[in-house]
């Protein structure tokens, strides 16, 4: 079974788009959680527009937290395959089955994707080029984050390992990646498999960079480390 885990917050323009190409890849059994943090819009309207029974929605956390309300879907999931989704992307028809091919050896996989405008016009046509993302769990952990959440499935292990959240943790996304590279394992695939809309009110740091510090970027870094840490030692205990 998978699990698609959607985070929305005022999404009505893009989700729609987002959520025929993730249905249209899914079997009967299959799930979609979409956590809303309180939307103003029609987001809501537009999901219930499909009126389709694979369809969840919960009740977000209302902490203005792109990650806990992460956090909040990911808790609802039942698959033993959980996908992430951003509200405004667009899946290529292919990245379910090529995203579980590779599970197949890995426990979480992270593809390419496609950089575009917000009317999908092709910008960049790999974000692994545009952000220098490469295979390594130092050089994720230290150098540079390449855990991109809408580019990411992983085994429900990896999941269970995951939650709950650490306080510290700068994004949900890097905070999996992570874990899954620590713990378990991590493939970078060459696939291309989402259309990454790139728009002024994005809020994922991939979408208009994190805008941290060096020193701010350090602690985080540290933070990451710290935890990582204390997840082996709870585990062992």
Request: proline residues 2%; charged residues 25%.
């Amino acid at each position: 079974m998978i699990t698609v885990c959607i985070a929305t917050y005022n999404g009505e323009k893009y989700i729609g788009e987002q959520l025929a190409s993730i249905l249209s890849q899914l079997s009967s059994d299959d799930e979609v959680i979409v956590s809303d943090d309180g939307s103003t819009d029609n987001t809501l309207g537009v999901v219930r527009g499909f009126a389709d029974n694979r369809i969840r929605i919960v009740d977000g956390p209302h902490r203005n937290s792109p990650t806990l309300n992460f956090e909040n879907s990911l808790r609802y999931a039942k698959g033993d395959f959980i996908f992430l989704a951003d509200q405004d992307d667009v899946w290529m028809k292919e990245k379910v089955k090529v995203c579980m091919k590779a599970l197949e050896k890995s426990d979480c996989v992270v593809s390419d994707a496609v950089v575009t405008d917000e009317k999908l016009n092709v910008m960049n046509t790999s974000m692994y080029n545009m952000l220098n993302v490469r295979q390594g769990r130092l050089y994720n952990l230290l150098c540079h984050n390449g855990y991109s959440g809408c580019c990411m499935a992983f085994k429900r292990k990896v999941l269970e390992r995951a939650l709950p959240f650490p306080n510290e943790i700068p994004m949900h996304d890097i905070w999996i990646g992570n874990v899954a590279a620590f713990y378990y394992s991590v493939a970078f695939i060459r696939h291309q498999l989402v259309k990454f809309r790139r728009h002024d009110n994005v809020v994922s740091y991939n979408g208009k960079g994190s805008g941290y510090s060096i020193g701010r970027r350090f602690l985080i870094r540290l933070n990451t480390i710290k935890s990582l840490l204390r997840l082996a030692v709870r585990h062992v205990s």
